[in-house]
């Protein structure tokens, strides 16, 4: 059974940085892609990156390129996210998931699963 768990999440200040951290387990069939995705209050869930595991790209949305990077730990099956020059914007809870996708701009998630997501707070 697929297990995703993230962490890293906390409350920091403008302009501060976060490493977040995704551990997958249980999917013994592998997965093609794997990604971040987040959910501020009263908002639906955006995609935030995406990692293709066979060409090795990795697929940003506007609002977090040049700030946010993704990279992978395959013998750990751990997917980090260093985020840089937070904005308020950037508070939510971030997930990750398998099986993302690139949809003219915007980062989806076919599978369907989801982990308890951590926390990202950013003051102003």
């Known amino acids: 059974q697929l297990q995703l768990v993230e962490s890293g999440g906390g409350l920091v200040q403008v302009g501060e940085s976060l490493r977040l951290s995704c551990v997958v387990s249980g999917f013994s069939p592998g997965y093609t892609s794997i990604g971040w995705f987040r959910q501020a209050p009263g908002k639906e869930r955006e995609g935030v990156s995406c990692f293709s595991v066979n060409d090795g790209m990795a697929y940003y949305v506007d609002s977090v390129k040049g700030r946010f990077t993704m990279s992978r730990d395959s013998p750990k099956n751990t997917l980090y996210l260093q985020m840089n020059s937070l904005k308020p914007d950037d508070t939510a809870i971030y997930y990750c998931?398998?099986?993302?996708?690139?949809?003219?701009?915007?980062?989806?998630?076919?599978?369907?699963?989801w982990g308890q997501g951590t926390q990202v707070t950013v003051s102003s």
């Open positions: 998931a398998i099986e993302c996708y690139d949809d003219y701009g915007d980062i989806r998630a076919s599978f369907g699963a």
